[in-house]
């Protein structure tokens, strides 16, 4: 991706559906042997690989429209989620659930590491235990079986978001009754509880740290409009305040923001709501800010990359602690070669500022670094290159085309 830096963003843009709900939804339509449809999906390449995924396993996938999809499991043929899938796309590991239940057995790749952390699964393991399943690991794959699940009572180690989802999908077809705590509380875990309910679940508690869930016999087919994405929204209110623009964003989820909302205010952006959206301005100077991530409804990790590279421009110190994962500021290094002042010990890095972005060929090592360093792209002096941009396409639709139509100067060229 070229980024021509400088233009500062202006005028109006639509939110794409949330690609972390429409993952889970989709592996949710595994549960029935009825269809379902699904509204408002994001056009990303992990949208086309869980398409794949789930022709494996036998689901049908038809596209009805541009973000209209249709799915049918109606024959189960397949149980396997192999590995050269699941590698690329985590989140390939909550099919996990919806076989167990419906079909009584899967094999399922382990994720293994990747660039922002180790992420394990054994919360994932432990929960379809407690649900009644034998469960093997064998050869880097997580092979489970189960007649028939039963209701149990789950306490989670920590709030995991797939963890939570595996569970709840899970759980749908279990006999009796199962009590997840300390399940995840972000919107995407409600989203994906409201297509199960839809689809004739009984499900109470989801978006809370509770979440009730009485089996059923069987799910039926449903049709489900995804919730727009809130860390797309997010990532273009730091572009809009890096680079000094004013923004409308439509269909913003303002409720699902307030923790990005509130830090962005305190770093001096101007936010108010309007008809059928969210107005971002950046009047004057960016103030430094303490920034720590948390699981929602905290400061989201996924947009911790994005505020780094617009804090780079704030007069002074801001500090920002890591609590998610591991090694997710691998983007600093990319960062500082544009110019930033940026020191990190362990989970802490302190952003000195105002830097003077210039622009530079910078790699992306991951989704949400790439987004980082294109914030910083377009607020340098000059041009930069980001490569490695196919980690941006796993979870931005069409963002090049949106952020051309607010003014920025941004094209992709071939790889050399």
């Not at 999908?169 to 300390?182: D, K």
């Not at 936010?271 to 409804?297: F, K, N, Q, S, W």
């Amino acid at each position: 991706m070229i980024i021509h830096g400088g233009a500062p963003l202006r005028g109006s843009v639509e939110l794409s559906g949330s690609k972390n709900a429409t993952l889970p939804i989709m592996m949710a339509s595994a549960l029935t042997d009825e269809p379902v449809t699904i509204r408002n999906v994001p056009r990303l390449r992990d949208v086309n690989t869980a398409i794949e995924l789930l022709g494996g396993l036998g689901v049908a996938a038809r596209w009805l429209g541009e973000h209209e999809l249709e799915l049918n499991a109606h024959t189960l043929s397949g149980h396997e989620a192999p590995y050269d899938l699941v590698k690329t796309m985590r989140a390939s590991f909550v099919v996990l659930g919806p076989l167990l239940a419906r079909a009584g057995r899967a094999r399922v790749s382990t994720p293994g590491g990747c660039a922002i952390g180790a992420r394990p699964v054994g919360l994932h393991i432990a929960g379809v235990r407690a649900l009644g399943a034998r469960v093997q690991l064998r050869h880097g794959y997580v092979e489970a079986h189960a007649a028939r699940l039963a209701g149990a009572r789950i306490w989670l180690d920590n709030p995991s978001v797939g963890a939570t989802e595996n569970i709840l999908m899970a759980a749908t077809l279990a006999r009796g009754r199962t009590v997840i705590e300390n399940a995840a509380r972000e919107p995407e875990v409600a989203d994906l509880a409201r297509m199960l309910a839809a689809m004739g679940a009984r499900i109470s508690g989801a978006g809370t740290h509770v979440i009730e869930i009485e089996g059923v016999e069987r799910l039926h087919g449903a049709d489900h409009t995804v919730i727009p994405d809130r860390i797309e929204a997010g990532s273009l209110m730091t572009a809009a305040a890096a680079t000094g623009g004013e923004i409308v964003i439509s269909g913003a989820p303002v409720n699902d923001l307030e923790a990005v909302i509130v830090k962005l205010r305190e770093a001096g952006v101007e936010i108010e709501t309007v008809a059928g959206g969210l107005r971002i301005a950046r009047p004057g100077r960016l103030r430094p800010i303490e920034l720590r991530t948390l699981p929602y409804p905290g400061f989201p990790t996924d947009l911790q990359a994005q505020m780094m590279a617009m804090l780079t421009l704030a007069d002074g110190a801001s500090v920002i602690t890591e609590t998610i994962f591991e090694n997710r500021f691998m983007h600093a290094q990319e960062l500082m070669r544009m110019g930033a002042d940026i020191v990190m010990k362990g989970a802490t890095a302190v952003v000195r500022g105002p830097s003077r972005l210039s622009g530079a060929p910078v790699m992306a090592t991951d989704l949400r670094a790439s987004m980082g360093l294109i914030v910083a792209g377009l607020a340098a002096e000059n041009t930069t290159s980001v490569s490695r941009v196919y980690h941006l396409d796993r979870g931005y639709e069409a963002l090049d085309r949106k952020l051309a139509a607010l003014g920025a100067s941004i094209e992709r060229a071939a790889d050399e």
